[in-house]
């Protein structure tokens, strides 16, 4: 049996801007996706499904956005650091 060393975290650093990017952009682009399907299924099915289709594919642009906006806005400061770690140096 192989042992794994464990990692442990010792910054409060966020990731990187650039991986942070990407994971945006990928969630954006399936939430995209998910609209063009509905859009397509509101051609496609009958009447009454249609309008389930159509309502997705109006609202999800709005959540997209925001789902995909969610994450970086949670940035400490300093006396953020000092209370939650009391024995922080100054």
């Known amino acids: ?3 794994q060393k464990r990692v442990f975290e010792i910054t409060t ?3 990187a801007l650039t991986r942070d990017q990407a994971g945006r952009q990928k969630r954006y682009f399936i939430s995209m996706m998910i609209r063009t399907a509905c859009f397509i ?3 496609i099915l009958p009447s009454p ?3 389930f289709a159509l309502l ?3 609202t ?3 959540f997209a956005v925001v789902i995909a906006n969610a994450g ?3 940035i400490s400061t300093r006396e953020d650091f000092k209370k939650d ?3 922080a140096l100054d």
């Open 1 to 3: 049996m192989s042992k």
């Open 13 to 15: 650093a966020p990731a």
């Open 41 to 43: 299924l509101a051609v």
């Open 49 to 51: 499904y249609r309008w």
């Open 56 to 58: 997705g594919a109006v």
């Open 60 to 62: 999800l642009p709005y």
């Open 72 to 74: 970086r806005e949670t």
């Open 85 to 87: 770690n009391p024995l």
